[in-house]
Each structure stands twice: as structure tokens, then as C-alpha cells.
């Protein structure tokens, strides 16, 4: 008797251990809904800060896992090993990943082009010294006779849109990018310091720090340190410059269809939010990444949408690429960087632009 008591003891308390197991490893709702980012210290954090800022991942209950500062041409190889789940990256960036075999999708627009005609509002402004002879792609060929040296340009990365967009621009009018160019990778933030010390000649920069360098040269007196816009993101690539998407792993689309879908809605409302603030946004902008004065912060795609217009957009920088010997002719088309999955988060009421 005292035996099966034991027995019944012993089966009563495997059977609560198991139970407790069952409820510690029980996934909660916010770890189901957990995505990692990198919520990086530059011109891509702004959407990220103004989701955490006014609540709009807390809104879809959206677990946001910041994994760091992570350089961007770095995060790249972050979403293939998995370190990542989402990245903010224009269609050369997917394509770059898809040739490599990571499994990923754009999911929706992130970033574009103004309409507007605003150049606060652009992706990118390309800036020289004031007294410099590059006033136009013109005057490319001359610098290289006249120095013995090509064009020195500043980009955040080779690869990424600084490169790409510069070679567009100086192709549609007539000079050889290669002929000309040789690129120097600094980060954003250390560009107009090289641009004044003349260790490049072109500052090519994403917001805030095109604001900040024209901001210091509107101010000074010296004329060593005046600097001008050489050329814009709009006129040099068009009305596809700012594209980018959100750009998720296969694997974890699959896993996690609702955390997707969840992110977009808090991404995109913090992306509207910036559009319609942009002083405010650009004043937390600054303060996430310690910067003592307002952040200029990039145009966001109110729609979301990846419609006819979209993949018009796409398929420019599919040309670019395959004019650089990035691709071949016809080795990708636009409709193999999306995926519709998530058309129910796109608002198309409204512009993509």
C-alpha cells in the first residue's frame, strides 16, 4: 500500500514539474512577437526612435530586439546569418542578398523621393568645396587632365546607393563613371571634415549630415570651409533615389507572419507620424544619436504600397545595376524582390510618395 502511495506521490509530482516546464517554456506574447532590428546611430534610425518615442510598436504589441549599432554595410550579412530579422535597404541591397542565397522578400516601402520639390526632402545631396571646378558631370573629364587623378568621392559604402546613383548620374550625361571616379568609403559623419581637408572632393550624404554640412558652411565667414550642392538624389536618379523597403528573411516570414504584419503597421505609422512632423522627428532623431542641433530626417512612402509605380522604380535601379556589370541583362525583373503577403497593411489611398 505505502508502495503505490509513493508511486501515486511520485506520478502527482512529475506531473506538476512537467506542467511548470510546459508554462516556463511556453512562449509569451511578446517574445511570439519579437523581431530584431538595428537601430543604427544615422539617417535609417528615424523610425525606429519615433516608434519607440510615441508608441507605435507598443500599439502592435511589437517587440522590437535592438541588436545595435550595426554599421549598415554590415547588416546586410546580419539578416542572412540570422543576427537580424528585418533590414532597411534599397532594391540594389536585396538584390545583392538574393544573388548571394539569402532567402528574402521586401515586405513594404520604406523611404522615398519627395514630390514636393523640397530638397530638405531628399535622399541624398552630393556637396563640394565652394571654390572647387566641378560645378557639373561636365567638368568630370577636365578635373582628371588637369590634376592627374580621378575624382575622389566620398560613399558611406560601395554597393550601396551613393555609387550606384553617382555612376546613373554621370552615365545619362555622356561621361565614363569609371574613367573618373574612385571612391573613398567614410561614414556620413566623418565626410564633410574630409571634404574641407581636401582628402576627397565630393561629399555625397543622407540627412542629417547634409543639413549639418550646409548648416556650417551658410554660417561661417571663412570662405575655406563654404561649401555648395553639387548635385540632388531627384536629379541625378530620378524619382526612384530614395526607394528603399523593408526587407525580411523568408524563414522568419514563414514562422512569423503576424510579427510581420504587426512591425508594418507600427513601422509605416511611425514612417506617416515623421512626414507630418518632421521638426519633432528630426528633434528625437537628434537626441538618439547625439547630435546638438535638430536632424534633418529622409521623406517616408506614405502608401507602403509596392504598386505599378513602385515597380517602375524598381526596375531603374535593375538597370542601373546591370549598366554598372552589377547583373546581367534580364537576371532579375521587379516582381523578384516582393512578396504581396502583406498587401492588407498598404494603405493605397494613399501616394507612395
Same mark, same amino acid.
Given at each position: ?27 509569451? =506574447? ?13 539617417? =535609417? ?73 523640397? @530638397? ?106 563654404? @561649401? ?62 547625439? @547630435? ?62
Amino acid at each position: 500500500m505505502v508502495n503505490k502511495k509513493l508511486i501515486a506521490i511520485v506520478i502527482v509530482i512529475i506531473a506538476i514539474i512537467a506542467i511548470i516546464a510546459g508554462l516556463v517554456f511556453l512562449p509569451s =506574447s511578446a517574445n511570439a512577437n519579437s523581431i530584431n532590428g538595428a537601430v543604427t546611430k544615422d539617417c =535609417s534610425g528615424t523610425p525606429w526612435f519615433v516608434g519607440y518615442e510615441k508608441g507605435f510598436f507598443d500599439k502592435y504589441n511589437v517587440n522590437v530586439v535592438d541588436k545595435g549599432d550595426i554599421p549598415y554595410a554590415q547588416q546586410p550579412a546580419a539578416l542572412s546569418s540570422g543576427e537580424l530579422n528585418v533590414y532597411d535597404g534599397h532594391p540594389n541591397a536585396l538584390i545583392n542578398l538574393i544573388k548571394s542565397g539569402v532567402p528574402v522578400q521586401a515586405v513594404v516601402v520604406t523611404g522615398a523621393e519627395p514630390i514636393n520639390g523640397s @530638397l530638405d526632402e531628399e535622399h541624398m545631396h552630393w556637396l563640394v568645396k565652394e571654390n572647387s571646378s566641378l560645378k557639373g558631370p561636365e567638368d568630370f573629364e577636365k578635373f582628371v587632365k588637369d590634376n592627374g587623378r580621378k575624382v575622389k568621392v566620398g560613399v558611406l559604402a560601395t554597393g550601396v546607393c551613393a555609387d550606384l546613383e553617382t555612376n546613373a548620374w554621370l552615365r545619362k550625361n555622356n561621361i565614363t563613371p569609371n574613367d573618373t571616379i574612385e571612391y573613398v568609403t567614410l561614414p556620413d559623419n566623418q565626410q564633410e571634415q574630409a571634404l574641407l581637408q581636401g582628402d576627397i572632393d565630393i561629399a555625397t550624404l543622407h540627412p542629417p549630415f547634409f543639413a549639418k554640412a550646409e548648416k556650417d558652411s551658410n554660417e561661417t565667414n571663412d570662405s575655406s570651409k563654404k @561649401l555648395r550642392i553639387l548635385t540632388t538624389s531627384t536629379e541625378a536618379f530620378g524619382p526612384a533615389a530614395g526607394l528603399s523597403f523593408a526587407i525580411v528573411n523568408e524563414e522568419f516570414i514563414k514562422e512569423h507572419p503576424d510579427t510581420v504584419r504587426n512591425f508594418i503597421k507600427a513601422f509605416k505609422d511611425a514612417d506617416r507620424w515623421s512626414n507630418d512632423n518632421r521638426e519633432e522627428a528630426g528633434e528625437i532623431t537628434a537626441k538618439n544619436i547625439d @547630435l546638438p542641433y535638430t536632424a534633418n530626417v529622409h521623406w517616408y512612402s506614405p502608401s507602403g504600397a509596392i504598386d505599378d509605380e513602385v515597380k517602375g522604380y524598381i526596375q531603374d535601379w535593375i538597370d542601373a545595376m546591370e549598366a554598372d556589370g552589377l547583373i546581367e541583362h534580364g537576371e532579375f525583373v521587379p516582381e523578384d524582390l516582393y512578396t504581396t503577403e502583406f498587401n492588407d497593411t498598404w494603405d493605397t489611398s494613399l501616394p507612395n510618395q
